[in-house]
């Protein structure tokens, strides 16, 4: 039982993806043209300081045309690896840097149709380090109690899916 693509056609390149048809036969030798999105893997961070509270940036999102409180993150520029891509974003996101940089997990965003992964990152021993944030982010940093961030989560408060999923990572750490 494999699937195999056959071909790939582009579609269309914008500035942060791309999309392509993608025709791919299945395992019963039917072929399928599927249309994938190439988007640029990215990083979430967790920053916890040492009092236990979590940093978080509110900012406005074009998918949902509202503004969403999410952990810091970003995408992994060409030639950048997930763990210096986290120390970046970190300061240029909430004005921190971290002593330790732990390695969490990752997942794929939307694995149906979408290329893009995510990979977490837990951020402890936070000092102050800031870098100039991109030209186009317009961020507020909230600092939120764990148990309160917990509550949260829980509540159907956070719907900000790598958010959450970085959290869960992170659980048993936190």
């Known amino acids: 039982m494999a699937?195999?693509?056959?071909?790939?056609?582009?579609?269309?390149?914008g500035h942060i993806f791309s999309v392509e048809k993608v025709k791919v036969v299945l395992p019963d030798d039917r072929a399928r043209v599927?249309?994938?999105?190439?988007?640029?893997?990215?990083?979430?961070i967790l920053p916890i300081d040492?009092?236990?509270?979590i940093y978080f940036v509110r900012q406005y999102r074009i998918g949902s045309n509202s503004?969403?409180?999410?952990?810091?993150a970003g995408k992994i520029e060409s030639g950048e690896g997930a763990q210096a891509t986290a120390e970046r974003e970190i300061r240029e996101e909430i004005g921190l840097a971290a002593r330790e940089m732990l390695p969490i997990g990752g997942f794929y965003m939307s694995p149906g149709y979408s290329t893009e992964?995510?990979?977490?990152?837990?951020?402890?021993?936070?000092?102050?380090?800031?870098?100039?944030?991109?030209?186009?982010?317009?961020?507020?940093v909230e600092k939120i109690p764990l148990e309160q961030v917990k509550r949260m989560a829980?509540?159907?408060d956070l719907p900000d899916s790598k958010s959450l999923a970085a959290l869960l990572l992170a659980w048993q750490q936190i």
Do not use: H, W
Request: aromatic share 14%; charged share 20%.
């Open 50 to 53: 040492d009092e236990g509270n």
């Open 3 to 13: 699937y195999e693509i056959k071909n790939t056609t582009a579609v269309y390149q």
């Open 117 to 140: 992964y995510m990979y977490c990152f837990l951020a402890r021993g936070l000092y102050r380090s800031p870098l100039s944030p991109d030209a186009d982010e317009f961020l507020n």
């Open 67 to 72: 503004v969403l409180l999410e952990l810091p």
């Open 34 to 44: 599927y249309e994938r999105v190439n988007l640029q893997n990215a990083v979430t």
């Open 154 to 156: 829980t509540a159907g």
